[in-house]
């Protein structure tokens, strides 16, 4: 495993706000929109994982988006996705799935089981403004397809970028992104190579680790200096093991204007997000 001379310190530690979404289901919002500027590329993040039908069984019926990409990494649970471009999948426990709405789509996201645990990601990823008004897109990635790689006492499910020299199942050339699901066992340690102007944070979701010296406790994102010169990070996890999700990306430096579930450059362009919307021109 690569050696860093340099590796990233934390810069905050962030815990995420409860709030819901859709049709009343229950989430945790750890990038949220005031985060949008610090992490470009990136727009938001909700953490979703409850044992409880009653806090996720609404699901999302059907909803808009332009402007961006969306990918949804189950962990657990069984989750349908049907859109106005035609496109039907089901995800599975590790399985993602990557949407590029681009100019428009309109989408519904909902449960395909009526008890049992419901968990995972759903990440929003910016696109340069050349793109955002591209022709939708859809890729269902079932678990098989997501490469793995692995160093002593780590496993790395590799959704976008690469890891320890494995590509991940995604690339995308105007950001850049990293996406790393990360397996760790008592102490291990894993660290990944990032370039120093890329944003970048972790997520624990399962026991505990440290970034650098600092410990980030379940349930919190390490939001990761941006040093000049910087290599990379580097993880260890505490005694009982950790699972954490690794994102990094190289950022649009875009102006951002969001309404809900548009996000555009301007608001001129938000306006006439809205009006095709209600005129039924992003079905």
């Known amino acids: 495993m690569h050696t860093l001379q340099h590796p990233r310190s934390v810069e905050r530690l962030v815990a995420g706000r409860a709030t819901s979404d859709g049709a009343g289901v229950k989430l945790v919002r750890v990038l949220t929109q005031e985060l949008q500027r610090r ?9 979703f994982g409850s044992d409880s039908r009653d806090d ?3 699901g999302f019926p059907d909803h808009p988006h332009r402007g961006f990409e969306t990918v949804t990494y189950m962990l657990e649970g069984r989750m349908r996705h ?22 428009g789509v309109i989408h519904s996201e909902m449960p395909e089981q009526d008890d049992g645990r419901m968990e995972g990601f759903q990440l929003w990823l910016n696109l340069p403004a050349r793109d955002k008004m591209c022709p939708p897109w ?20 590799v959704i976008a970028g690469q890891a320890l020299g494995v590509p991940g199942a995604m690339q995308r050339e105007a950001t850049a ?12 340690r894993f660290v990944q190579e990032l370039p120093d102007d890329h944003n970048a ?12 010296e600092v410990a980030v406790p379940r349930q919190r994102m390490a939001i990761l200096a941006n040093t000049p010169g910087a290599d990379g990070v580097s993880l260890t996890a505490g005694p009982e093991g950790a699972r954490a999700i690794l994102v ?10 969001q309404y809900g579930p548009f996000v555009m450059n301007t608001q001129e362009e938000i306006y006439r997000a809205v009006e095709d919307f209600r005129a039924g021109r992003l079905a």
């Open 82 to 103: 049907r859109d106005s471009a035609g496109n039907e999948g089901l995800l599975t426990g590790g399985a993602v799935q990557w949407m590029t709405a681009g100019r």
């Open 138 to 157: 859809y890729r269902d990635i079932p678990p098989a397809d997501v490469p793995e790689a692995r160093a002593e006492g780590v496993t790395v499910r």
């Open 177 to 188: 992104p990293t996406y790393l699901d990360l397996h760790l066992q008592a102490g291990a």
């Open 56 to 58: 996720y069984i609404g």
């Open 201 to 212: 944070f972790v997520y624990v979701y399962r026991g505990e680790a440290a970034v650098g």
């Open 39 to 47: 992490l470009d590329p990136f727009l938001m993040l909700d953490a």
């Open 248 to 257: 990094a990306g190289r950022p649009l430096r875009e102006p951002i204007a």
